[in-house]
């Protein structure tokens, strides 16, 4: 089990690390997508080995997919939108709404 | 029972038409929205005396004394089960007394003022506020509760403001109306207070429960004493200093002869013939409470009324205004009044003060109407108010001057005409209560029949003067109402009073009491002699006279510098030690808190908007490394 929890962290603050640094929405979007898979490894994996004669944890994992989809969708239309305004997608260009 | 419900047209029907007047009055030509106005108020007249002949005579209401009805009334605040506010119409003898005094009066005055005010600016306005003072005035008399009096009392505060004020583009008269509004402002503070002491302790406004001899108010055990008089006994006073404002008592009448500003029909009808009694009429409706509850206060009244009308015909007698004299005459005669309520009893023949202040103001309102509608008649044909402008006008003005020199007559207490009778009564009333206050009156008499005439010598006799243009007399519709209102001054005085308007509605036998008349009549009668002596033809006598007392006629002249006392007190006394440290505590204490509040928040905003950056890696940062300090915290420092 361990194992899979080593992973999980390590996808886990990778993503992090790439959200923090990289300047590119769509590598940063590929950094939310990274966290949000070190977590669905860590719920089956916990499902797995602590609580074998439930499902709970599987499912969270499949709605997380879903939710994870929809949200890719609608942070590249934003994404998109950005472009059409901006003519960039670097996100230290983004800082309109600052004070 | 018999049935009064349409009584309750006669205050409406004048303020339909202040509402259709003041809407589209300026659609329609001037002498139209004037000719309504009049109409309305010669309905309301003709209601009013339809009432009372029919409360007085024909309905058979006198056999077990005049008692007070209630023709109307609705609920029109409910505050508890117990008290509401009630608005209706109450008659009893005075109340139906004075709806004659003001319809009558108010008719005069409208169809006076169709002439008067012929080609004035703002003609239909004068005619929206003439209505709605009579209005306010019919429903101030009518009020079957001390709440809805005070209501209507304010109204007519407002219409008195609004007509002093006629001629807003003139500074004077805007300052004499606001100096008016103010002063009766701070004396109805009193009135409020007194009705909130009285209705607290007895549980009521209305006027027949608190005037019934067996009422809450007058069986009400003293209750809690203060500085040695019952609360109820504080809470009439507080009342009469209400009464007071509006009736230019001392010390509170300044507002009264700068309210001549206004134009000369309203100082005839509001300043001299309704309003002004108002205060009277105040003490006499809660008069029963008065007299069996707290003779105390009935003391203050009477002595109040006694002094004022003393001091009100010292200065009189050194005016050179025609409207002021009439001011300052008014005020004395309604000091008369005040103390003819003072030094009555209740009940009986010992209520003869009552009946006689009762009298006073209805001769008063006839013959003081005429004075001043008379006045305004002079002042239209040489267009001065000063009587050094004026003399000798008997020949231009036949009319006005005959019937000028009925209301001096009458004012000056001489029989047959109507004065007489009254100012006898007030006589008697005081001479049985107290000495002192009788020979106030005595003397008050004398100078009241001195100074008319003066006033009457100055005006149509004396120097010839020259003027620009010929003077000439009042058109029909200005000398009609005068007429009319002489006839009333010379025969009102028959009107048998003692049987219909009395303290508890039991009619009583009242005789001439000669001892005292023929006195009084004498010295009438020596006033004036010596106003013919100094005023008839033009002589060096006043001077004389003037300078053998001229501390003391500077002194009246200035009219004994209340003004100036008011002025510093106000502005060296109030001002300076009451109001500048508040607006100093507002200025630099309660502003200086919201201030500072702004200022701290608006500095502290500026040092952190660094922050918002924008930036959403740098929020990145922040958020991932607070919380990992909150799961270090957690798991390390509270051991999960």
């Not at chain 2, 008997?394 to 109507?418: D, E, N, Q, V, W």
């Not at chain 2, 990145?620 to 798991?635: K, N």
Request: contains cysteine; glycine residues 8%; neutral net charge.
């Amino acid at each position: 089990m361990q194992y899979f929890l080593v992973i999980s962290t390590l996808m886990f603050f990778i993503g992090i690390y790439g959200f923090l640094t990289r300047k590119n929405l769509i590598t940063m979007l590929m950094s939310i997508e990274l966290i949000l898979n070190a977590v669905n490894i860590n719920f089956v994996a916990f499902n797995k080995y602590l609580f074998p004669q439930n499902l709970q944890g599987h499912f969270f994992t499949l709605i997380i997919i879903a939710i994870a989809a929809a949200e890719a969708a609608v942070a590249i239309a934003i994404i998109i939108n950005i472009y059409r305004n901006f003519r960039s997608i670097d996100v230290d260009r983004v800082d309109e709404m600052k004070f | 029972m018999v049935d009064y419900t349409y009584t309750m047209l006669i205050p409406l029907i004048p303020l339909v038409f202040f509402v259709l007047i003041g809407i589209s009055g300026h659609k329609m030509k001037p002498i139209i929205s004037g000719l309504i106005g009049t109409a309305g108020l010669g309905i309301a007249a003709f209601l009013s005396y339809m009432t009372a002949i029919r409360y007085f005579f024909t309905d058979h209401l006198a056999e077990s004394g005049y008692k007070s009805l209630k023709a109307f009334e609705i609920t029109w605040l409910h505050l508890t089960d117990k008290l509401t506010i009630n608005l209706g119409i109450l008659l009893d003898p005075i109340s139906v007394m004075m709806l004659v005094v003001i319809t009558t009066v108010s008719l005069m005055v409208h169809i006076y003022s169709l002439g008067y005010m012929k080609g004035e600016r703002g003609f239909h306005r004068f005619f929206a506020f003439l209505s709605l003072f009579s209005f306010s005035m019919l429903g101030l008399v009518l009020a079957t509760n001390i709440f809805q009096m005070y209501i209507f009392w304010e109204l007519v505060g407002v219409s008195s403001f609004l007509l002093i004020g006629f001629y807003y583009e003139k500074p004077s008269a805007v300052a004499a109306s606001k100096k008016a509004f103010i002063v009766t402002r701070f004396a109805d503070l009193g009135f409020l207070i007194g009705i909130l002491i009285l209705s607290f302790n007895t549980g009521t406004f209305d006027f027949q429960l608190l005037t019934s001899p067996t009422g809450p108010a007058i069986t009400m055990p003293g209750g809690a004493a203060f500085m040695g008089m019952s609360v109820l006994t504080w809470s009439l006073i507080f009342i009469f200093m209400g009464g007071a404002g509006k009736s230019a008592m001392f010390p509170l009448h300044i507002w009264l002869p700068d309210a001549m500003e206004g134009p000369t029909p309203v100082s005839a009808l509001i300043h001299a013939a309704t309003m002004v009694v108002a205060g009277v009429y105040l003490v006499a409706r809660l008069f029963p409470v008065y007299a069996l509850a707290a003779p105390d206060a009935l003391t203050v009244v009477a002595w109040v009324g006694g002094i004022s009308s003393l001091f009100a015909a010292i200065i009189a007698c050194t005016q050179t205004d025609i409207k002021r004299v009439l001011a300052y005459s008014t005020m004395s005669q309604i000091g008369y009044m005040m103390l003819a309520l003072g030094v009555s009893g209740y009940g009986g023949h010992d209520g003869l003060g009552f009946m006689a202040s009762n009298f006073h103001l209805f001769t008063h309102a006839m013959f003081k109407a005429l004075l001043f509608l008379g006045a305004g008649a002079v002042i239209h044909a040489v267009h001065s108010n000063d009587m050094k402008d004026m003399g000798g006008l008997r020949k231009y003005l036949p009319i006005t001057h005959i019937t000028f020199l009925i209301a001096c007559i009458t004012i000056a207490g001489i029989p047959p005409f109507s004065g007489f009778f009254s100012k006898d009564e007030i006589m008697v009333a005081a001479w049985h209560h107290n000495k002192i206050l009788f020979s106030i009156e005595f003397l008050v008499a004398g100078l009241t029949a001195f100074y008319m005439f003066r006033l009457y010598y100055s005006i149509f006799w004396g120097k010839q003067t020259h003027y620009h243009h010929t003077p000439h007399e009042a058109p029909y519709l200005m000398t009609i109402p005068l007429m009319i209102l002489a006839l009333g001054s010379i025969f009102a005085g028959f009107l048998p009073f003692h049987a219909l308007v009395t303290s508890d509605g039991m009619p009583f036998e009242a005789h001439i009491d000669w001892s005292i008349a023929i006195p009084s009549v004498l010295v009438g009668v020596v006033g004036i002699t010596i106003a013919t002596l100094m005023y008839f033809k033009v002589n060096t006598i006043p001077d004389k006279v003037a300078n053998g007392f001229s501390y003391f006629y500077k002194w009246a002249y200035h009219k004994f510098y209340m003004d100036e006392v008011y002025m510093f007190v106000t502005k060296k006394i109030i001002f300076r030690y009451i109001s500048e440290p508040v607006a100093w505590f507002d200025r630099h204490v309660v502003d200086a808190t919201m201030v500072g509040l702004a200022t701290t928040t608006e500095k502290t905003s500026h040092l952190i908007k660094g922050m918002q950056s924008g930036r959403i890696q740098q929020y990145g940062y922040v958020f991932v490394t607070g919380a990992i300090a909150l799961v270090l915290i957690f798991v390390y420092l509270w051991g999960f």
